[in-house]
């Protein structure tokens, strides 16, 4: 790219006083002497080797492996990330990975935009005014047959000042009437004005849409391309499109998934308006981008940069001039990261979502109120939704700083990886004839796609590498209910669309019904041998672990039967076994007091004898050992429990065994 395009500040940047701007130079650690690569390789050696036997002792190599992991994408994560020297470039230019606006110190940088789809008129134009009252800059209104009533949209707007505030739709079933309705609002209030409004955007996206409904897209196409004409004509500071990358999220999307679908959509709405005589640079004013930003800071931060990168190099070809390729991004914390349970734990996540899309440069930012998933939002939380924002902004200073992250080795590594790799799933789009054809045809290319990400990501929340607070990890077994009106039944969908909860959230199902249909939730009794140093790391993880399925656990300590005896006392556990009913029984204990004596042994064949169907162990089965002369071939438990384990097959399993009907 040319030198002008990256070199030069933009003109905002005069504006910037001096006492804010950054000096030339930082030598913050120049008393410090510089460590070396060498150093901290042989560090990193020293922790890692640290207890291995001699001549086992593992190499840079091996040892650089074990730190390293790998993204659902396949992104590689470095143990260290060391700046490269490249030059930084600047926000609001060429190529936008420092944002596609330059922010010049305001506090509120961002468009704070709250989504509205309560089906009654009445409650969603208070929760409207409530929200531009409090801090809302703008309204996202949602219309369809479980959302707002498109003829209603006149009253759920009546007390908004539309030159102040800007008005976007969208809908998954109509998105033509839901940009009538908007049309006809502007048009009618026109004279009530000052005859001017805002801004706002039509929410149009045939692609989409047709993703959605399962529809060939060429038809809505054409519908779009003349509300497209109408927007230009009366409302120029308005945009009829938006490239909605939220139905691929939900459908399991990667980052990069995300990304080379966005910008696909991109290109094919560029093509179809050009065919309607609609220059690139015109038909790139028109887009706005609507993302997913989701609890992983640095990847949301990483995504938001890579697509305005990625999306410059479309307008680099297609001949826009420079200033007009920034990609204009909607940031919305991610439907698909909510849980139902602990719900709560909802606000850190969209906390840390919301900081994540601020940091990486979103225009505009919706935040998801914490109880979603119970139904239609309340007051509280749609005000802590809204304060999420504001805190952020106006407290925390995140929009005062143009491109945090930029200059961190991590997150321009990442940058590189995601854009790198969106821009070769895009080029694959487009050799398959772009996605409008794609859709058209009825092309297996992006839903196989899809299944194989959320095939991946199944495998990661199974095993709890990719742990969940308050559902995978940590749950809580009692919490008090969060009661809200419910939602109408959502339209059918063409796409997935599930949350990375919804199996845990299926087991703790069976478990609820299980206990109202019988008075007690399912029960395990834990044999927890010896004393607490013994037993107390594996019982709290296998009480923890069974809590994910809201599976109650009764821990029995086992001892000897004096101080002198090798024998146990195994009638406490025996009496819990009859007293709860349950016929599954987990030994949990050290290895070395599961080999004592072989008290692992005995007690896993004591349990059996007083009644219980099935005997696991935490740990690994090889460590009851089994006294001379016996067969080793006979196992002596049914199953075990470690970490990093496939536990939502084995929890499935183990409701079975207690009769919780699927």
């Excluded at 470039?89 to 936008?96: I, K, S």
């Excluded at 005014?129 to 209104?141: N, P, Q, Y």
């Excluded at 969106?422 to 058209?440: C, D, K, N, R």
């Amino acid at each position: 790219m040319a030198e002008s395009e990256t070199g030069t500040l933009p003109a905002e940047a005069e504006n910037i006083p001096d006492e804010v701007a950054a000096p030339d130079h930082l030598a913050l650690a120049s008393v410090f002497p510089a460590a070396t690569h060498e150093q901290w390789e042989s560090a990193v050696l020293k922790v890692l080797n640290r207890g291995r036997p001699g001549g086992r002792e593992l190499d840079i190599d091996a040892a650089l492996a074990r730190l390293r992991t790998t993204t659902v994408d396949g992104l590689q994560i470095e143990p260290l990330h060391v700046p490269d020297g490249r030059p930084l470039g600047y926000p609001g230019v060429m190529p936008f990975d420092r944002g596609a606006t330059l922010r010049t110190g305001e506090m509120d940088a961002w468009d704070v935009r709250q989504l509205h789809e309560d089906p009654d008129p009445h409650l969603a134009r208070e929760a409207v005014r409530t929200d531009l009252e409090r801090g809302a800059t703008s309204i996202w209104v949602r219309t369809g047959s479980d959302a707002v009533d498109p003829a209603d949209l006149e009253e759920v707007l009546a007390d908004v000042l539309l030159d102040l505030a800007p008005i976007v739709v969208s809908s998954r079933e109509d998105q033509v009437a839901a940009a009538h309705a908007l049309l006809q609002v502007w048009r009618n209030r026109a004279d009530q004005s000052t005859g001017t409004i805002a801004g706002g955007n039509l929410g149009l996206d045939a692609l989409a849409h047709a993703a959605l409904t399962g529809t060939d897209p060429r038809e809505a196409l054409r519908a779009q391309r003349e509300l497209v004409a109408a927007v230009r004509a009366e409302y120029p500071q308005v945009r009829a499109l938006t490239v909605d990358a939220l139905p691929w999220h939900d459908a399991g999307a990667t980052d990069v998934d995300e990304i080379g679908l966005a910008v696909a959509a991109g290109v094919s709405h560029l093509r179809d308006l050009e065919d309607a005589g609609i220059s690139p640079t015109d038909a790139a004013a028109q887009l706005e981008f609507r993302v997913s930003a989701t609890a992983d800071q640095f990847l949301t931060i990483a995504r938001l940069r890579a697509l305005r990168r990625v999306w410059a190099r479309i307008g680099e070809a297609c001949g826009i001039p420079p200033e007009h390729r920034g990609a204009r991004q909607h940031a919305v914390t991610s439907w698909r990261m909510l849980s139902r349970d602990d719900a709560y734990v909802n606000v850190l996540r969209t906390t840390t979502a919301c900081f994540a899309a601020a940091a990486g440069g979103a225009e505009s930012i919706t935040v998801m109120p914490f109880d979603t998933v119970h139904g239609l939002p309340n007051a509280f939380s749609r005000r802590l939704a809204r304060n999420v924002q504001i805190v952020l902004a106006e407290e925390s200073n995140i929009g005062r700083v143009n491109d945090p992250a930029g200059g961190s080795a991590y997150v321009e590594d990442l940058t590189d990886q995601v854009a790198t790799r969106a821009w070769a799933w895009f080029q694959q789009i487009e050799a398959a004839g772009g996605l409008t054809e794609v859709l058209a045809s009825g092309s297996s290319l992006i839903t196989d796609r899809l299944a194989a990400s959320t095939a991946e990501r199944d495998r990661r929340l199974s095993d709890r590498s990719a742990p969940i607070t308050g559902v995978s990890m940590f749950p809580q077994l009692v919490e008090p209910p969060i009661e809200r009106r419910p939602r109408p039944a959502a339209p059918a969908s063409a796409l997935p669309r599930r949350r990375d909860t919804e199996p845990f959230e299926e087991l703790r199902d069976r478990s609820a019904a299980s206990e109202s249909a019988h008075g007690t939730p399912p029960t395990v009794v834990l044999a927890a041998l010896g004393s607490r140093r013994d037993h107390g790391a594996r019982e709290t993880f296998t009480s923890s672990l069974l809590a994910v399925a809201g599976i109650h656990t009764r821990a029995v300590e086992v001892g000897a039967t004096g101080d002198e005896s090798d024998d146990l006392d195994v009638t406490p556990v025996l009496d819990a076994l009859r007293e709860t009913g349950s016929p599954v029984a987990i030994l949990c204990s050290s290895p070395a007091r599961y080999a004592a004596s072989h008290h692992g042994t005995r007690l896993a064949r004591a349990l059996r004898e007083g009644g219980a169907s099935q005997v696991l162990v935490a740990g690994q089965p090889s460590e009851l050992t089994q006294p001379d002369g016996e067969d080793l071939n006979t196992p002596v438990v049914d199953g075990h429990l470690a970490a990093g384990m496939d536990t939502l097959p084995f929890l499935r399993s183990l409701l079975d065994t207690l009769e919780a009907a699927r």
